[in-house]
């Protein structure tokens, strides 16, 4: 009997052995922020690698169970939830992981440092991302729109570090009859005494034991499409916790997010106080989709960190044809190319984040804005399809380790999977790109952003990179205006491969104005890593009817004659 027993992937400090956080935060941070900052995020380190990864495993131990009735047969619908989740519902409260960028403790780096801490909390908070996500886009879109006194308290709440006082909200948008098209809902608000009430199905509610929720729905009498909605905030909840006009139908059974309470709910005539205004409900949670795209990416990148991370460690433990796996040449191939793109997604949602700060500080200027508009759905697409691949990959380099699901990695790749769909799949988000590079002032803002980059690279090792960028930019934008003059169904066709042309073009130039304030040491460090980057972006043309056409006959093809 073989006494072998392979040593298993460890993680010491999420913070401090992470390769990309801490150098960034040095170089793109002022000194004394950075230096306020960097103890705290390395306790925060130790505690996602040890206690939080353990209430992470605890919570997906025990799925969230509904019990429709209580033992005298009333219909009661509670979620039943380990207690390792309210434990990080706590955590997250006194972490500040919404509240930190409300209270501007660090200027237009407060975003930047709470962005920090989901990065590394996603992979130890068994999803409670989810519902944190959801709360900072709410508390955004109340802090924007609210007007009434509940959406005040609402926030206030929301924003709270205090665990007893910490809400979060949910985001009750998906219905049975529209996904991405919100078009088709048919939840309806009506007014009885004085009250709006909601009455309907909402198909996909993820963050099912909020404390409110932000629901569309259709005032009666108001307008079919998108443009009849209304957005309302609900408190689906009596003071002792009890629903009030909401049953719960049943618990989804997902591939990943197993400790997340998703469920179907039927509105039978909950309140809702109305945010924003009347036809408007669209346009006003956009404002909180805009947030938890950001989420989404910043999830995205924390899970496919770890699982890369753990990759790596495992490659020099695990020995295979007589050498550890770092030392095969194809293996280090394969990982060396996932590292870059995750590179590639970090740099450009950290710079997003940026953005966002600088905008809730009142120091974004009109064209920073126009560039968060547009490169959000990029960032999201960008780091969310990477996720799956990333982590498909590290399932692949653990072999039949990495298929069975005690070893953890499995995991990764079962919850990368809801990245591209939550929130907003790709190809929903490449039209919402592309109706912003329709607006001519956004694209050339982005383009001049990265001109402007590229033109204040001094130092003589990145000429090269920076002349090939020059090309590339030149080749885009050329690409982008025939696109703009070629039919509706042209430019619908070239939206998804634009998404990644921008977003690795603006991936190199953050890299390369990086690499450009180091030293020459870590310079030489960046370079085939810039390298790298700056191949990825290729060529991208806009796609014309012939091509159109081609996927089509592809995909009505019949042998049968
Ligand atoms: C974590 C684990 C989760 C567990 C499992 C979950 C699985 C899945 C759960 C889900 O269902 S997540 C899916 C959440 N749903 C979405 O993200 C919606 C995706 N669809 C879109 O984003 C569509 O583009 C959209 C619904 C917005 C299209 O609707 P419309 O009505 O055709 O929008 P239109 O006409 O483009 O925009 C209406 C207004 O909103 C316009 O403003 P104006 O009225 O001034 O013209 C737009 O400019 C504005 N708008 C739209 N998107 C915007 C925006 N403004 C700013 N930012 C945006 N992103």
Redesign the pocket.
């Known amino acids: 009997m073989s006494d072998f027993f392979q040593a298993a992937p460890t993680l010491v400090n999420a913070f401090t052995g992470n390769r990309w956080l801490k150098a960034y935060l040095r170089s793109a941070m002022p000194a004394e922020i950075f230096r306020a900052v960097e103890a705290g995020l390395t306790e925060f380190g130790d505690l996602c690698a040890g206690p939080y990864r353990d209430l992470a495993r605890q919570a997906e131990a025990q799925k969230p169970a509904l019990v429709s009735s209580d033992p005298w047969g009333r219909r009661i619908d509670e979620i039943v939830l380990s207690p390792a989740w309210r434990s990080l519902q706590d955590e997250s409260a006194r972490e500040g992981l919404v509240a930190i960028p409300y209270a501007h403790e660090y200027g237009e780096w407060s975003r930047v440092l709470q962005f920090a801490k989901l990065y590394l909390f996603h992979p130890s908070s068994a999803?409670f991302t989810?519902p944190l996500a959801m709360t900072d886009g709410a508390a955004k879109l109340l802090q924007t729109f609210g007007d009434e006194p509940i959406h005040r308290q609402a926030f206030a709440h929301l924003t709270s570090r205090d665990p007893h006082d910490f809400w979060t909200s949910g985001q009750w948008?998906?219905e049975r009859s529209g996904?991405?098209?919100?078009?088709a809902t048919a939840t309806q608000a009506r007014l009885e005494g004085g009250a709006w009430r909601l009455y309907g199905t909402k198909y996909?509610a993820?963050a099912t034991t909020a404390e409110i929720a932000l629901a569309l729905a259709r005032k009666e009498g108001a307008p079919q499409g998108?443009r009849g909605l209304t957005l309302f905030l609900v408190q689906p909840r009596d003071a002792a916790g009890a629903w009030k006009g909401v049953c719960v139908r049943r618990l989804k059974d997902?591939l990943g997010?197993q400790a997340?309470p998703?469920a179907e709910l039927d509105l039978e005539g909950c309140n809702g106080v109305q945010v924003g205004a009347d036809g408007a409900g669209?346009?006003t949670v956009?404002t909180m989709?805009?947030v938890t795209r950001l989420h989404n990416a910043i999830c995205s990148l924390g899970e496919t960190t770890r699982a890369l991370e753990e990759m790596r460690d495992y490659s020099n433990k695990r020995i295979a044809f007589g050498a550890a796996l770092e030392n095969h040449v194809l293996h280090v191939q394969t990982f060396a190319r996932e590292e870059v793109t995750l590179l590639a997604g970090f740099l450009l949602t950290m710079e997003l984040v940026h953005l966002l700060g600088r905008e809730e500080c009142g120091l974004g200027s009109a064209d920073e804005s126009a560039i968060l508009?547009l490169m959000t759905p990029v960032c999201k697409v960008f780091t969310a399809r990477a996720a799956v691949a990333s982590t498909s990959e590290v399932v692949e380099g653990f072999g039949g380790a990495g298929y069975v699901e005690d070893v953890g990695i499995a995991r990764h790749l079962r919850d990368a999977q809801?990245f591209p769909?939550?929130?907003?799949a790709t190809n929903?988000l490449s039209l919402?790109m592309l109706?912003v590079v329709q607006n001519v002032s956004a694209f050339a803002a982005w383009a001049s952003d990265v001109e402007a980059r590229i033109g204040r690279v001094s130092a003589p090792d990145l000429s090269t990179h920076a002349t090939q960028l020059q090309s590339s930019l030149a080749s885009l934008t050329e690409g982008v205006a025939s696109m703009l003059m070629a039919s509706d169904d042209e430019q619908a066709a070239s939206s998804r491969d634009l998404v990644f042309a921008l977003a690795w073009t603006y991936a190199s130039a953050l890299a390369v104005s990086w690499a450009d304030r180091e030293t020459p040491g870590i310079r030489a460090s960046l370079q085939p890593w810039l390298g790298s980057l700056i191949v990825n972006i290729g060529a991208w043309r806009p796609r014309d009817s012939a091509s159109i056409e081609q996927s089509r006959a592809i995909w009505q093809t019949n042998l049968e004659g």
């Open positions: 999803f989810c948008m998906t996904g991405s098209d919100v078009s996909f993820s998108s997902k997010t997340l998703t669209v346009k956009a989709l805009n508009r809801v769909i939550w929130e907003g929903v919402d109706r």
